[in-house]
């Protein structure tokens, strides 16, 4: 399904839920006041809110039992933090600056940070992946606020979800006078728990990410080829095409350990000149002679055979042979008849046909297989790369390579996402942890200083600083990717 009839189904939905919510209400229906009172969900206009208590007194347990833990634990964190502030502050200006110069030399260089936009720079089919990874990452920030909090005596008022369209969210209510009644280090503590937690997950999920050879090793073998995971808008025809499942090791005898090496063997094939095959001449000799070229331009055996010439300095000869006869036939590969044995002759494929939309680039393909017969593949070397879908992970037992690409994914977007997350927050960004953050710091800086004045003007020159940036970049970045 693609993605905007998945969001004109939830928009539909939502106006429904929306409508039905407003009705019930409207007609003081006593069996939906209970079900609210039980259930305690809040229906708005596109958006979805549920707020419990339920987690408070375990969260107030746990955190008093731990409370010397938590208390170095958040400590640290927030020196990191404060330490992250900078850094994040040049990431976005240069981020800015290359979302402006793709504007103004209309290129395409990919930034750092950019906005994810489902069905625009995010694939339809990773949309799974991105709603789970907002809501782990948003989850786990939360918490930390939370625990942050209760570790300096401050009470929970409740934790919920929020659902924004599709978007995804968790958050925790606390009270604020209480908040802002402790000293600025117990303050900045607080602020800066949930840019910590994202910090941690993002680090985590890094090396889990790049450990997945070594922890799934029992299950899987890594060097030793690629798995064929899916045939995306590839038209699988024929006893010796490609099946998912399938271990590839060899193209065109260029090595395949893992996907890197994979996509380098297509570009070499791509970018050679197009091989050939030495062939034993008795072979040859014994093939018909009947009308050679003509068969292969226009006969109707070039829909089961291939055209391939053999020239030398002196003649030259078309055969019409098929490929898979050919290829298990031939001694080695070949540009000319220099690179075969004196008894055998080097046939190259030619692709140009009249009856056929072929061009230069056409190449004759053969990917070796693991235990079975290799592939025979005609035409670009990119309808490969773009249409089948490889693992690095070959299986040692019946459990598919698919199950491994979804970690993989997962993780990667549970690295990215909370990393991006970490260095917004930070950023002294109005609505974000930021502005919060920079608030307690400013309140350390200019203790004992008179002039309330200075700092107030301190805190708002960062804040609308800050907030100018991430407007800009997300400005540039989206104006970039329409345009």
């Known amino acids: 399904m693609e993605v905007t009839n998945v969001f004109g189904f939830v928009i539909l939905v939502y106006i429904s839920v929306y409508c039905f919510d407003r009705y019930l209400k409207r007609n003081n229906s006593q069996t939906y006041k209970n079900f609210l009172s039980i259930t305690p969900i809040q229906i708005d206009f596109m958006s979805l809110r549920w707020t419990t208590s339920l987690f408070n007194k375990k969260i107030y347990n746990w955190a008093t039992r731990e409370k010397n833990k938590l208390c170095w634990w958040y400590s640290f964190g927030t020196m990191v933090t404060i330490l992250l502030c900078i850094p994040s502050l040049i990431l976005l200006a240069s981020t800015a600056v290359v979302s402006f110069e793709n504007l103004r030399q209309h290129e395409n260089h990919e930034a750092i940070l950019q906005p994810v936009v489902p069905g625009v720079n995010l694939p339809s089919a990773d949309l799974p992946y991105y709603l789970i990874t907002l809501l782990v990452c948003t989850v786990v920030h939360e918490i930390g606020h939370a625990l942050a909090a209760v570790s300096e005596q401050i009470p929970l008022i409740g934790f919920g979800l929020l659902v924004w369209f599709i978007v995804p969210a968790a958050f925790v209510e606390l009270p604020t006078k209480d908040v802002t009644s402790l000293s600025p280090w117990k303050q900045l503590k607080i602020y800066c728990a949930g840019v910590w937690h994202n910090i941690v997950l993002s680090i985590v999920a890094f090396l889990i990410m790049t450990s997945l050879p070594i922890l799934l090793m029992p299950l899987f073998q890594t060097g030793v080829g690629v798995c064929v995971l899916n045939l995306d808008r590839y038209s699988v025809g024929g006893y ?237 970045s989206l104006l970039s990717m329409f345009l």
């Not at 893992?258 to 008795?282: D, I, R, T």
């Not at 053969?366 to 773009?386: C, M, W």
Request: charged share 15%; glycine share 4%; aromatic share 10%.
């Open 240 to 476: 010796h095409d490609f099946q998912i499942g399938d271990q590839l090791t060899d193209v065109n005898s260029c090595r395949v350990t893992e996907a890197n090496s994979w996509k380098q063997c297509l570009a070499a094939v791509l970018h050679a000149p197009s091989s050939g095959f030495c062939v034993n001449n008795a072979y040859l000799m014994g093939v018909a002679a009947n009308d050679q070229i003509g068969c292969c331009n226009n006969s109707e055996l070039s829909q089961s055979h291939l055209c391939f010439l053999s020239s030398s300095d002196v003649i030259s000869h078309h055969y019409c042979l098929r490929a898979r006869e050919v290829t298990e036939l031939s001694a080695a590969w070949c540009s000319n008849h220099k690179d075969c044995s004196n008894n055998e002759s080097c046939l190259r494929p030619l692709f140009q046909s009249k009856l056929k939309n072929e061009t230069d680039s056409s190449r004759l393909i053969l990917i070796q297989r693991k235990n079975t017969a290799s592939i025979i593949f005609v035409g670009h070397p990119d309808e490969i790369y773009r249409s089948v879908s490889v693992s690095n992970y070959v299986p040692r037992t019946f459990i598919g390579s698919k199950y491994v690409n979804v970690i993989y994914h997962l993780m990667w977007y549970l690295f990215s996402f909370s990393a991006g997350l970490a260095v917004l927050n930070v950023v002294p960004c109005i609505f974000m942890d930021g502005q919060y953050i920079v608030g307690a710091l400013t309140e350390m800086a200019f203790k004992g200083c008179e002039s309330v004045s200075t700092k107030r003007q301190a805190q708002r020159a960062l804040i609308f600083s800050g907030t100018s940036l991430v407007i800009v970049n997300i400005a540039f």
